[in-house]
């Protein structure tokens, strides 16, 4: 069942210059993917290909110059862009549970631990302190958190990474959400720390069959912990499909080259060029975005590439995805 | 010296023959933090080969870093040695040190943090010359030129500033700075963590290139499993400031012998849905190394620990395959693996 879906999302950025010129970058185009219940999706890319701002465009939290030009992210019947502000701060940290990048800088080093996760609850329904004290420590307990109760106590500097980490997945669980947007949940944790808190996240969603949205460039947490995985680049979704489609039949030349750039991939010697710099937001080429970073590159390419469907969901922003579907790396 | 890009060291003599550039002896860095004593880097012994590609690979706080900046003498070590091509860095003046660290160099992880904001990357790539030879301005000029060209970064960027240069970009500035003085040794700290994997896997292409032609050894200090796996010739893995296990990337890798690298192993997920993972996820948290654990330091999170584990520190033997040494008792009596 569906629980989020983003149907052609496009978020300007718009800026005006000294000569009074408004100047526009599309920082997303037509983006289209859906969330299912009980389902982890990757959203993959590299740096400045739009993941992050997706999220941030879908939870409302987009700041000037950028802003949402076109396009619906439906949650539960309704459409979360077009919501009243008011609305949105009831269904965020609510219905929807938010983990973001840096643990360091998203809690309130001022508030201790404890009082932080209660006033996470009490921000959204009126909840009698000892009940939300109560569900504070379980919901410590959950994520793995050793002597919850004395961990209440604790302020925000006093625990590692990987703790602090896991004490804000533990804010965004403790409303019980039905979606967690989880951007860069492990970025910066140690291989060991990371492993425990994804098979925390997985259990988690698997046992109320929540949707999640995980947003990394990691591939080998998409290979491991996703069902289903979108490609995202320079703000527009080139590749999805299940896990295993897109890792064992990528279809897409960046698909392609981004599992080549991998070092469990990575042939040295080889001399082959897979990176490039992200083409220019103000000034986007024509047709195909990759095309100036393409091994693959033909005239074709200046007409914008059809979205083709290989099967099961498997879909591909090329004009020759059918060519390559299947090729070796 | 041979000019840059002009010899190829690959059918030079095996590694292992090869004479050691950096040695490493009972190296001991403790840290006065509020009063206690913290142990960063406990009795740890290594040697780099020249041309060697050393991976050093570890959790945060395991004291890679601090091992990082001890070799090069950065930071002083509390007691034992580190003897760079038969002399020993304590030994020598500051004059003398100054004048080896030519022949010695660094990447740090973070590039934008590493250069001038405000000084052209090619006055900066040209900065140890300028330090440690008697070139002219137009000889360093050209040499500067021949560097960006090793790194395949654009000469036109050579006059800019490092905000207008990209991340991949700048660590290859950085990397020209470092071999302009074509050191004999370059420390790489976590020099990709940066980096999107496609410009890492550019830089990684280019590190394996310099040490193929130019014969340079390097230590490579990175959390980063893959990458260490792909350029290391040697892996070091450490645990709280202690050598665990040491040896051939193939065999460290392949076949782990001590058990923290198992579970260190196991919990590196490879970009591949079908590759089967057998993860050992370890319980409880590392011990604080300012109370360092009596015996082996791994031994309260050590699923196949014996009560004697925590009696005395485990030595660094050797294992019996190849070259390959590990800190454990139980791998005499074969309990060392864990159930994956």
């Not at chain 1, 019980?176 to 944790?189: F, K, Q, S, V």
């Not at chain 2, 090619?122 to 040499?143: A, F, K, M, V, Y």
């Not at chain 2, 550019?202 to 499993?225: N, P």
């Not at chain 2, 782990?256 to 970009?271: E, K, R």
Request: some cysteine; proline content about 7%.
């Amino acid at each position: 069942m569906t629980l989020l879906a983003i149907d052609n999302l496009e978020t300007d950025f718009v800026s005006r210059t000294l000569d009074d010129e408004i100047r526009v970058a599309h920082a997303l185009n037509k983006v289209s993917f859906e969330v299912n219940r009980g389902e982890i999706v990757g959203l993959v890319g590299e740096t400045g290909a739009g993941k992050s701002l997706t999220a941030q465009s879908v939870l409302g939290l987009l700041r000037a110059p950028a802003r949402v030009v076109g396009g619906e992210a439906v949650f539960d019947g309704r459409d979360l862009l077009t919501l009243p502000p008011a609305e949105m701060n009831e269904l965020r940290g609510y219905e929807i549970g938010l983990v973001v990048q840096n643990p360091r800088t998203s809690l309130d080093p001022l508030c201790r631990i404890g009082d932080q996760l209660v006033r996470m609850q009490r921000a959204h329904r009126p909840v009698n302190g000892r009940v939300a004290r109560k569900k504070a420590v379980d919901m410590l307990a959950a994520v793995g958190i050793p002597e919850p109760e004395r961990r209440m106590r604790a302020w925000p500097h006093e625990l590692s990474g990987g703790m602090a980490q896991r004490v804000l997945m533990a804010m965004a669980l403790i409303n019980e959400p039905r979606l967690l947007i989880a951007d860069e949940p492990t970025t910066g944790l140690d291989v060991t720390v990371q492993a425990a808190i994804l098979d925390l996240l997985r259990q988690i969603v698997l046992e109320r069959s929540m949707g999640a949205l995980i947003i990394t460039h990691d591939l080998g947490v998409v290979a491991h912990y996703c069902e289903r995985v979108a490609v995202m680049f320079a703000g527009s979704i080139v590749e999805e499909g299940t896990v295993d489609a897109v890792f064992e039949t990528p279809s897409h030349p960046y698909t392609r080259a981004l599992l080549s750039a991998t070092p469990e991939r990575l042939k040295l010697g080889s001399g082959r060029q897979l990176g490039g710099p992200p083409p220019d937001l103000y000034n986007l080429p024509i047709g195909c975005h990759y095309r100036d970073r393409c091994e693959r590159v033909r005239d074709i390419c200046t007409t914008p590439p059809p979205a083709t469907d290989l099967g099961e969901g498997h879909r591909v922003q090329c004009h020759f995805a059918k060519d390559l579907e299947g090729q070796p790396l | 010296m041979n000019a840059i890009g002009d010899t190829d060291q690959t059918t030079a003599t095996p590694l292992a023959e090869r004479r050691p550039i950096l040695t490493a002896r009972d190296l001991v860095k403790e840290f006065d933090v509020g009063g206690a004593t913290l142990h960063a880097v406990n009795d740890v012994n290594f040697t780099i080969r020249q041309g060697e590609i050393v991976g050093m690979v570890g959790e945060s706080g395991s004291g890679k870093s601090t091992i990082g900046r001890l070799v090069l003498s950065l930071l002083k070590q509390t007691s034992g040695d580190v003897t760079f091509d038969g002399e020993n860095l304590a030994s020598l003046s500051d004059k003398a040190l100054r004048a080896l660290r030519a022949r010695m160099q660094i990447v740090f992880q973070d590039p934008w943090s590493a250069l001038n904001p405000r000084m052209s990357v090619g006055r900066q790539i040209g900065e140890p010359l300028l330090l440690h030879t008697n070139l002219s301005r137009s000889e360093r000029r050209q040499r500067v030129e021949r560097l960006a060209e090793r790194v395949r970064l654009p000469a036109k960027f050579l006059s800019r500033t490092p905000a207008e240069l990209s991340g991949g970009q700048l660590q290859r500035v950085c990397i020209a700075r470092a071999i302009a003085t074509e050191p004999e040794l370059v420390v790489l700290d976590e020099p990709t963590s940066s980096l999107d994997l496609s410009v890492r896997a550019g830089i990684l292409e280019l590190l394996a290139e310099l040490r193929r032609e130019l014969g340079v050894a390097m230590l490579f200090i990175s959390h980063d499993l893959g990458t260490v796996k792909l350029i290391s010739d040697r892996i070091i893995v450490l645990y709280l400031g202690t050598i665990v296990e040491e040896g051939p990337a193939s065999l460290v890798f392949g076949a782990p012998a001590h058990p923290y690298t198992q579970a260190l192993m196991s919990a590196h997920l490879p970009p591949n849905p079908r590759a089967p993972l057998k993860r050992h996820v370890l319980e409880g948290e590392v011990p604080s190394p300012i109370n360092l654990p009596k015996g082996c330091r791994f031994a309260s999170r050590c699923p196949v620990a014996l009560p004697e584990c925590s009696d005395s520190l485990p030595p660094l033997v050797a294992t019996g395959e190849e070259d390959r040494r590990a800190a454990c008792i139980r791998i005499a009596d074969g309990g060392n693996r864990l159930n994956l």
